[in-house]
């Protein structure tokens, strides 16, 4: 398959599932969470920097809210990043194979669509366990969370800017100079 359509196959397929999984209402969605919970916000849209928070969002959500976490965790939440992956990935080589970086520079850019996916995952089997111990508490697990959801987060933002900066700037030293 040609790359470019597969690059805009990807990036098409990765805005759909965005898309679908922030605006439309069917099981596991951000809609629907936020209906179940009674208007409760993921701990990874908003992360608790505190136990005692993340537990009173937990028990906030009631059963319903829970019950739909955790299938969210297991299903949408698994396809979302795994649907945004191929396109972070094609826009990072893309991006890369009009730049000079080193080979350390070039495999770390690599590595974010890899890093955001691999922590996205840790964050939704951390959530995962949280909910499937709550109400006991696993102090760990709730004192890490928040700053596993903020690697995700940031290496997700850099894998998306970083690769459109590159572009941005080798589109700008293309075009010719005006006097």
Known sequence: MNSRILYVT??????????????????????????????????????????????QRLSEYGDEGRKNYVFRNLTVDIV???????????????????????????????????????????????????????PDRMHLLAGILPYITIVKRTASLLALAIPLVVLGVALLQRRPAKD
């Open 10 to 55: 990807s990036l098409l397929l990765a805005v759909l599932v965005v898309f679908a999984v922030h605006s439309l209402d069917f099981p596991g969605s951000v809609p629907n969470f936020e209906r179940l919970s009674g208007g409760g916000v993921l701990l990874d849209v908003k992360p608790s920097f505190s136990e005692e928070m993340t537990y």
């Open 80 to 134: 979302l990043p795994l649907a945004v992956f191929p396109a972070l990935f094609l826009l990072m080589r893309h991006a890369l194979k009009r730049s000079s970086l080193g080979r350390i520079a070039r495999a770390f850019l690599f590595s974010l669509p890899f890093l955001y996916v691999a922590f996205d995952l840790v964050e939704n089997g951390t959530v995962l366990a949280l909910l499937g111990y709550f």
